[in-house]
């Protein structure tokens, strides 16, 4: 069993910058993959950004253009995503999400159908 607890978000004017932290509790093990997701008001779910714990491998959704970046502190079982250049479409709810898989596994898709699941954390953007 894993918990994840995600803090963070809130609102921002467009181009402006934010963090969100994932604690992960419980049985985590260096094989995890890991990554954000966020979901729009009337949207699907989307990929923000996927990395494995193993190799720090990470993969990013197109939407992305470069402008957030996942990381971890293993030590502390935490992951980040840094947002800038926050875009009014970006506005979401934002979550953790955790699994044990393989490298070549590790991707947001396969990650989704069995991740464990952080709560959602608001993310506004202003225009």
């Known amino acids: 069993q894993v918990r994840l607890e995600v803090s963070g978000g809130g609102s921002v004017q467009a181009g402006g910058s934010l963090n969100l932290s994932c604690v992960a509790s419980?049985?985590?093990?260096?094989?995890?993959?890991v990554g954000w997701f966020r979901q729009a008001l009337g949207k699907e779910r989307e990929g923000v950004g996927v990395?494995?714990?193993?190799?720090?491998?990470?993969t990013y959704g197109d939407f992305v253009q470069g402008r957030f970046t996942v990381s971890q502190d293993e030590t502390k079982n935490t992951l980040y995503l840094k947002m800038d250049r926050l875009r009014v479409e970006d506005t979401a709810q934002y979550y953790c999400?955790?699994?044990?898989?393989?490298?070549?596994?590790?991707?947001?898709?396969?990650?989704?159908?069995?991740?464990?699941w952080s709560q959602g954390t608001q993310v506004i953007v202003a225009s």
């Open positions: 999400a955790a699994a044990q898989l393989s490298p070549n596994d590790c991707d947001a898709a396969t990650l989704a159908r069995i991740a464990y």
């Open positions: 419980g049985r985590v093990y260096s094989t995890y993959c």
């Open positions: 990395i494995f714990d193993g190799d720090g491998m990470t």
